[in-house]
């Protein structure tokens, strides 16, 4: 039987999602408008957060949308999201999840973008585990956590104010 750790707590959560939000503001601060798109889930949660945080503190435009992926099986179908292609149309893409396991989500949602007119597209990741099989990576972790590869990372986003990541 396996331990639950909590890695991340409420307030370290919120501090790691301020620090990402800068990040992604710095990067983009010459963009009129950004598209932040999370991956159905918990990465649509910190989708949400980021946004809002963004939002806070820049005049950037901030377009939140959702990404729907079979995440077992995500070769079987497209991804479908809530923005149409015009909608892609030269703008900065902002692809965000909450867990980076072996890469195989992040890689099939990236496909999404492939054939999109997209001006930039970068990744933002709360927990990276070091343990991806995919060539993808994060462009902004909020968590950069070595694990075993029996352990693995889950985050419990669904009680506001009381959302924390575990190593299980």
């Known amino acids: 039987m396996s331990n639950k750790v909590k890695i991340l ?3 370290q959560i919120r501090q790691k999602m301020d620090r990402l939000a800068y990040e992604v503001y710095e990067n983009n601060f010459n963009e009129k408008t950004l598209l932040v798109v999370g991956i159905e889930g918990n990465g649509y949660k910190v989708a949400a957060g980021l946004a809002d945080k963004l939002k806070e503190i820049s005049k950037i435009k901030i377009q939140l949308g959702k990404i729907k992926i079979d995440k077992a099986e995500p070769w079987k179908g497209d991804p479908k999201t809530d923005f149409t292609d015009k909608d892609f149309a030269n703008k900065t893409v902002i692809l965000v999840d909450d867990v980076l396991n072996s890469g195989k989500t992040l890689m099939y949602a990236v496909k999404l973008f492939l054939d999109k007119p997209v001006k930039k597209l970068s990744t933002v990741i709360l927990v990276d585990r070091s343990h991806t099989r995919f060539p993808v990576k ?3 972790v909020g968590l950069t956590l070595s694990t075993t590869l ?3 990372i889950e985050a419990d986003l669904s009680k506001k104010g009381n959302e924390a990541v575990y190593l299980i």
Do not use: L
């Open 150 to 152: 029996q352990e693995r």
């Open 138 to 140: 994060a462009d902004f």
């Open 9 to 11: 707590n409420n307030v």
